[in-house]
């Protein structure tokens, strides 16, 4: 067993981990910040699978814009709700 | 109780899925794929590579023996950001009023690392034929970049009418580009001008000139994007 196998499989275990804690946070913000670490660590398994180039689109697309846009919808939902 | 089931139903769906496809002749092990049997050999053929002159294989895909592709693409985001902008834009907008206000830290913060982020998706965006990334990548960046202004100053508001003028124009250049190997080679976006030495920031004819056209238009419209998500028409 390489030290490449162990990192591939403490990724994948943790990637699993951080889905099941998404989908069953209480609170939303919560699971829009385990989200953004999924899409970090899907990063580091993109690039374990040598595809830097998807890697990079991921993660601007899944931790920065996707992330940014859900944090400023919650924000906004809850102006609207204080109202 | 039910997270305990649900945890076990997906654990025993995964160990199937897993025993069921691994080792295959579908699903080979990592690294065993022969490539000649999932894409034409012509993409990694090594003298069609060194026509093209990208060090960068996939982009030697996406814009060198696909560029009419990418053309739709853009195409594709174009109307969407034209979908967003026809049902959330409106004649008189202000911005959304955020239960939250920035403070002091925030604002200067965010505003030194709008450089940095506009530095390295011009970086990624330059480099896309030799290294990964590319227009694509690059200009969501420099729209996440507009993105943490508008989280740092509560007041700010992109200016919408130039990057509109952005995006139409670099639309337009990728079409003219494309036009001009019709002219100049013999099909629409074929490469007419000297690829020179592969691994050259200078190099690769016109991948680099599409991949910046590509870059800062789907920057501005994902701008645009973000913009018209976060404003409102002004109700009084």
Redo the contacts between chains.
């Keep these: 067993m390489t030290f490449y196998d162990i990192i591939s499989i403490v990724v994948g275990v943790l990637l699993l981990v951080i889905a ?1 804690l998404a989908i ?1 946070a209480k609170k939303l913000i919560n699971a829009v910040l385990f989200l953004s670490a999924l899409s970090m660590l899907a990063v580091v398994s993109f690039v374990l ?1 040598k595809a ?2 998807v ?3 991921e ?3 899944g931790s ?2 996707v992330t ?2 859900f944090v ?1 919808t919650l ?2 939902v ?2 609207r709700e ?1 109202q | 109780m039910k997270n305990l089931f649900g945890f076990l139903i997906s654990l025993a769906l995964g160990i199937v899925l897993i025993l069921v496809l691994a080792d295959t002749s579908a699903f080979p092990a990592f690294g065993d794929v022969n490539l000649a049997d999932r894409i034409s050999e012509q993409y990694f053929n090594i003298t069609n590579v060194e026509e093209v002159g990208s060090a960068n294989l996939v982009t030697a895909i996406v814009v060198g023996f696909r560029g009419f592709d990418t053309l739709g693409e853009v195409t594709v985001l174009f109307i969407s950001a034209l979908g967003v902008a026809f049902i959330f834009g409106g004649v008189k907008q202000k911005r959304l009023d955020l239960n939250f206000k920035p403070n002091f830290m925030l604002r200067v913060g965010s505003n030194i690392l709008f450089g940095i982020i506009l530095v390295t998706s011009i970086y990624i965006i330059f480099h896309g034929h030799l290294t990964p990334g590319g227009g694509f990548p690059g200009g969501a960046i420099i729209a996440s970049a507009v993105l943490l202004l508008y989280l740092a100053d509560d007041r700010f508001r992109s200016n919408v009418k130039g990057f509109k003028i952005l995006e139409g124009v670099a639309g337009s250049v990728f079409v003219v580009i494309g036009l001009l190997g019709l002219v100049l080679a013999t099909a629409f976006l074929q490469n007419f001008l000297p690829v020179g030495t592969v691994g050259n920031l200078v190099s690769a004819g016109i991948i680099p000139v599409i991949y910046v056209l590509i870059g800062l238009k789907v920057g501005s419209e994902i701008a645009g994007i973000v913009d018209n998500f976060l404003t409102e028409e002004e109700s009084a």
């Design positions: 099941f069953n699978l830097p180039d890697a990079i689109t993660a601007v697309i920065g814009l940014a846009l400023f924000l906004s809850r102006g204080s």
